[in-house]
């Protein structure tokens, strides 16, 4: 007994030694087994981190193209209504503020602005000179108008009638567009929405809405190109859509 105490104590004894070697067998398989299984740990997560991140970068660029799209309309809206504004008040405006501006005063803001000052045009080859003042000018023009405003009530008589025959024909389709939103034959549309666009019979193709104002809609299709369909379009049934 003392001797199997003695192997036992220094750890030499089988009784000992085998137990421990199973043991030991055992721990290194479940040290395999927990290192691949942190491997494909570690493998899924970092998956599910790139997809995380690809579907971030896909949103944001999406979310940029609509932006985009928006701000250039509003731009495109704003230098439209400039433009118009300009050319129906500048010459008028131009004209009265050189009337109502006293003599001297004109003079004397003249000689402030070197670059106020009218330039001779620089003209090639043969060209009328008019020897109308202003108020000459002014006085043709208010007799054209009133010329053009006494013919115009007899071209409304004659497309009276014409104008009569369109409006009597109601829309195939409902649709129009409120506070931003498209009503299309009972459904609303928003700007982001995916949609299907059919043009008459053709074969129907996805598209994104990009922005939606009083008259027209702006889409985005697959291939990221830009189309644009006014209301009218989809009151005649030149094109219909549909949710995707």
């Known amino acids: ?58 949103h944001l ?6 932006l985009f799209d928006s701000l250039e309309e509003r731009l495109l809206e704003r230098i439209q209504r400039l433009e118009d504004d300009r050319h129906s008040v500048g010459l008028t405006s131009e004209w009265w503020d050189g009337k109502l501006r006293p003599k001297h005063i004109s ?13 001779p045009p620089l003209v090639s080859g043969p060209y009328i000179v008019y020897m109308l003042h202003d108020i000459d000018i002014m006085e043709d023009w208010t007799a054209i108008k ?4 006494a013919v115009s009530p007899s071209k409304r008589k004659l497309e009276g009638p014409l104008k009569a025959e369109k409006l009597s024909s109601p829309p195939l389709f409902a649709a129009h567009c409120e506070e931003g939103h498209l009503h299309y034959e009972g459904e609303m549309y928003v700007k982001g929405e995916s949609i299907f666009l059919q043009p008459g019979d053709e ?39 549909h949710k995707a």
């Not at 402030?112 to 009218?118: A, D």
């Not at 809405?209 to 299709?221: D, F, K």
């Open 107 to 119: 003079k004397e803001w003249d000689s402030l602005w070197p670059s106020k000052r009218k330039k």
């Open 61 to 66: 660029e999406s979310e940029k193209l609509l």
């Open 203 to 241: 074969t129907p193709v996805q598209a994104v809405i990009t922005a939606i104002s009083t008259g027209e809609v702006w889409l985005r299709r697959e291939d990221a190109s830009k189309t644009k369909i006014y209301v009218s379009q989809l009151q005649k049934g030149k094109y219909s859509i």
């Open 146 to 149: 009133k010329a053009k405003a």
């Open 1 to 58: 007994m003392k001797a199997k105490l003695e192997d036992v104590m220094s750890g030499k004894a089988t009784e000992y030694l085998d137990p421990l070697a199973v043991l030991q067998n055992h721990m290194e398989i479940q040290i395999e087994v927990a290192g691949i299984y942190r491997g494909l740990c570690l493998e899924v997560i970092k998956h599910r981190h790139g997809c995380e991140l690809q579907g971030a970068q896909q």
